[in-house]
């Protein structure tokens, strides 16, 4: 019962007893509804911590097949549905995913990169936040949990440094000497790597999934052509913006290249191991980008990259079993993309958006996108992760701005994109969120106040950059 918040659950099962027994709305099937309870049960027991996700996850199907909700009055079908979650192939592609980052970590080959960039950029306080950065960007395409990311590679790295240069987590006089900023700078762009490619974070191809279930078709390689120019925008802005407005007293590092070059030297040369992953990443890179040239999905490329790294010894059969966070994913994700893909087959989703755009209906596309998108961006206050907030929103408000005629697939990427962003406005706004936070760099305050900064940063671009460039692609 530890895991259990027996006050949580409670207020969870009331919550779903309540919408159970109201009646559902005019066009809105009984199981329909029935199922929104169990759906809106498994959100709200992720928000307020009730649970682990996989146990709310586990909660979620077993409510389903128990009450036969997808299938009434056929016992075997309705178990079949709840677990049809399992045979997604965009879940299995994040899983994979999962399993082939661990390749990163294990052999040493991420940190290589981030040390690598410090090495060349690492002269001044602001070079030093570009390296760490850029690792960031490398790492990203292959290793989906940008917690693990971040959490197992940047901020160990960017902690020693800061500590290196004075800044200690146990002097809060120290803080704003460089700590302060590349906590800030690291967990930012953290967010902004995180939606430039469909694998750099869950929620991403838990978006496309809802996309596709409203009809909207979206590729590895169309998100990442899509989050190209708004992403490196938001990449190259962050790091200078927080220079002018949060900056550093320490200006000028000029250890930190020659501490990068000696953890280099330390580590020795690149071994074949490390050979064998960067091999590994960029047949990825190619099956993800031209994988239609060659009929092979992307999930069929993440299973050709695994193969590659168990049949070399990059990795182990005991490697992928030890990856929690990969069948924990599998999991939760399973569980949430089935209930959501269900709501929108039973038509709850078209109903809703339906009630929702009538009310929009005077307005044209120009003016309801904005609307839409700041909206959804902002509920973000609300929740702990992109995940939890792309499940409970992401297809109501997508099918919201189609249906008033907003362009499918840019509304799609952006709104993908902006619960990760939005990860800026709290200190638990996103999974590596506590990690640095935890460091003590950064009080709350601060952290909010800038996020809140970052928050305008970044959907500007997005909607000024990022609007031109989908323009150029025929997006609008």
């Known amino acids: 019962m530890k895991e259990i918040r027996p006050k949580m659950l409670a207020i969870t099962v009331a919550i779903a007893l309540i919408i ?7 066009g809105v099937a009984p199981n329909a509804w029935h199922l929104l309870a169990i759906f809106l049960a498994t959100i709200i027991g992720i928000i307020l911590k009730t649970a682990s996700m996989g146990t709310m996850a586990m909660l979620g199907i077993t409510a389903c097949a128990a009450t036969q909700v997808l299938a009434p009055g056929d016992p075997v079908k309705a178990v079949a549905n709840a677990l049809s979650g399992f045979g997604n192939a965009t879940i299995w592609l994040i899983g994979l995913a999962f399993f082939i980052a661990r390749g990163f970590i294990k052999t040493g080959l991420g940190t290589r990169l981030a040390y690598y960039f410090i090495r060349i950029f690492g002269k001044s306080s602001l070079g030093l936040s570009y390296g760490l950065n850029t690792a960031d960007l490398i790492l990203a395409p292959a290793i989906p949990s940008n ?3 971040a959490g197992g ?10 500590v290196n240069m004075g800044s200690t987590p146990e002097d809060a006089a120290s803080h704003r000497k460089i700590g302060a900023f590349l906590t800030l700078s690291s967990y930012n762009a953290n967010m902004v790597t995180s939606v430039m490619f469909l694998t750099a974070t869950a929620s991403n191809p838990m978006a496309q999934k809802f996309a596709k279930d409203l009809g909207i078709t979206i590729t590895w390689g169309s998100w990442a052509i899509a989050a190209l120019v708004p992403g490196l925008a938001c990449f190259l802005a962050l790091p200078w913006f927080l220079y002018k407005f949060y900056p550093p007293q320490l200006k000028k590092t000029t250890d930190a290249p020659a501490m990068a070059a ?7 040369p690149i071994s074949v191991q490390e050979w064998l992953m960067v091999a590994t990443f960029i047949v ?4 993800w980008i031209f994988g239609n040239l060659f009929h092979i999905d992307a999930t069929t490329g993440a299973l050709i990259g695994l193969c590659i790294l168990l049949l070399s010894g990059v990795l182990t059969w005991e490697d ?4 929690k966070g990969a069948w924990d994913t599998i999991v939760w994700f399973s569980s949430l993309v089935m209930m959501g893909s269900y709501l929108n087959s039973l038509g709850f989703i078209g109903w809703f958006g339906g009630k929702v755009s009538n009310q929009m209906a005077h307005l044209s596309w120009q003016t309801a996108f904005p609307i839409i998108v700041l909206v959804y961006s902002y509920c973000h206050y609300m929740f702990a992760s992109a995940t939890a907030q792309a499940a409970a929103m992401y297809a109501v408000f997508l099918s919201v701005g ?4 907003v362009p499918g697939e840019m509304l799609a990427v952006f709104l ?8 800026c406005l709290t200190h638990y706004g996103h999974g590596p969120a506590p990690i640095f936070f935890g460091s003590t760099y950064v009080d709350m305050h601060d952290w909010w106040k800038h996020g809140f900064y970052i928050s305008v940063l970044f959907l500007a671009i997005w909607f000024g950059i990022g609007g031109l460039w989908w323009k150029v692609l025929g997006l609008w």
């Open 416 to 423: 993908g994109a902006s619960a990760t962003l939005m990860g």
């Open 153 to 162: 590679v940047i901020f160990p790295i960017m902690k020693s440094i800061a």
């Open 20 to 26: 159970w027994f109201l009646p559902a709305p005019e």
């Open 147 to 149: 917690t693990a990311r």
């Open 402 to 405: 189609i249906q008033v005629g």
């Open 284 to 287: 990825l890179l190619v099956l």
């Open 320 to 323: 992928v079993k030890a990856e």
């Open 262 to 268: 000696a953890k280099l030297k330390e580590m020795g």
